[in-house]
């Protein structure tokens, strides 16, 4: 954006880029709600509001949740896409907010789905308010930031095609979310790299493709840019959740990454790393590892003793490189796609960036 995401070589999405974000998300869901904020958003009831009710069972969970903090890097992505795309990011700051409330709405249920305890250092939202509020709760950001399309003086065929691209995405998502709930149930005996790899694509990459495929369709330019940069975001978001499986088992500071140690292990997760030991591991190894994904209580050497097999397979080193070089490939695909600009080079800078992240 004006000046660009980067700020001495660190991305200020991190800081000041979180707060104009939810400012953003403040214009469609108060944080103190009221009959007038209500009509301006929802129209004239047919009878009544309890306006006490939405705030306490809709309003408070929400921002209890989006006040623990997440990286926002969804609408960073699609901002710098617009901008890539030779247009004032300014003019569709409001759209960039449809991927992250879904993203939101997907934790809290995801939460619900794998029985969490703990996200972003705090309890679970359903631990704090309810399985019922907080249900309904990530399923209203599902739809809330819609109301941007709704209410935008858009053209009627490009209002028509974001919300093709929200529907597509939509499927995709709930797609990926099946595979790995089976999965962590141990449902499959065995899981090739390239089904994790499709899952991933449906559940991380599809809302960084539903960021980009939106910032394509709303500048206008046309399906094959639409395609190119969606397959890129798609892959940016593949090798952003190996890399969130790698900080799961590696990285010390707890607090900076927001779930607890091992807790992909702890929930029985197959992650890229366990994926690689039970394609190329020892018979014996293979059904450790199994045993201890599988079992509905694990003690804290469990856990440890998993994330040794990972290591005596080099399986955090392979998945690691395995990033690398489909973020590479996915950007050599779409490179000859956009003109050369400063903003170019910062969308480069920052799908590495998410990458190389220790955090």
């Known amino acids: 954006m004006s000046g660009g995401f980067l700020d001495n070589g660190k991305f200020s999405f991190i800081g000041e880029g979180k707060k104009s974000v939810d400012k953003l ?10 009959e007038d904020s209500l009509m301006t958003l ?3 009831p047919h009878y009544e509001y309890d306006v ?19 990286k926002r890097w969804r609408p960073a992505l699609f901002l710098l896409i617009v901008e890539a795309l030779g247009k004032n990011p300014h003019d569709y700051e409001e759209f960039a907010l449809i991927p992250e409330l879904i993203h939101n709405g997907t934790i809290i249920v995801d939460d619900i789905e794998d029985n969490s305890n703990m996200r972003r250092g705090q309890p679970a939202l359903h631990k704090i308010y309810g399985t019922d509020v907080s249900i309904n709760a990530g399923n209203m950001l599902y739809f809330l930031p819609l109301l941007s399309l709704m209410r935008d003086s858009l053209e009627d065929d490009v209002k028509l095609a974001a919300f093709r691209v929200y ?9 990926g979310q099946s595979m790995d709930i089976h999965w962590h149930r141990g449902g499959s005996e065995k899981i090739t790299e390239k089904q994790y790899l499709q899952m991933c694509a449906f559940k991380t990459g599809t809302l960084a493709r539903m960021a980009a495929r939106l910032a394509v369709v709303l500048c206008q330019k046309g399906e ?16 952003f959740q190996i890399q969130d499986d790698i900080l799961d088992v590696t990285l010390a500071d707890r607090k900076k990454f927001g779930k607890p ?5 702890r929930e029985g997760k197959r992650s890229f790393m366990v994926v690689h030991v039970l394609e190329c591991g020892g018979r014996k190894d293979k059904r450790r590892l199994s045993e201890i994904l599988d079992a509905p209580r694990k003690r804290i050497g469990d856990i440890q003793e998993a994330i040794e097999i990972l ?6 080193d392979y998945a690691k490189s395995h990033a690398r070089s489909l973020v590479s490939s996915a950007w050599d695909d779409i490179e000859g796609l956009l003109e050369d600009s400063d903003a170019k080079r910062h969308l480069h ?4 960036y998410l990458v190389e992240r220790e955090f």
């Open 25 to 34: 998300i403040e214009k469609y869901i108060p944080r103190r709600i009221s």
């Open 42 to 44: 929802f129209g004239k």
């Open 52 to 70: 006490a009710s939405i705030q306490r069972a809709i309003v408070d969970p929400v921002w209890n949740f989006l006040d623990r903090g997440g």
């Open 167 to 175: 529907a597509e995405e939509m499927v995709n998502l709930h797609m």
């Open 224 to 239: 094959r840019m639409e395609e190119g940069l969606g397959c890129m975001a798609e892959t940016m978001g593949v090798a």
């Open 261 to 265: 140690w091992g807790n992909d292990i």
């Open 311 to 316: 290591q005596k397979y080099d399986s955090i």
């Open 349 to 352: 800078s920052f799908v590495n």
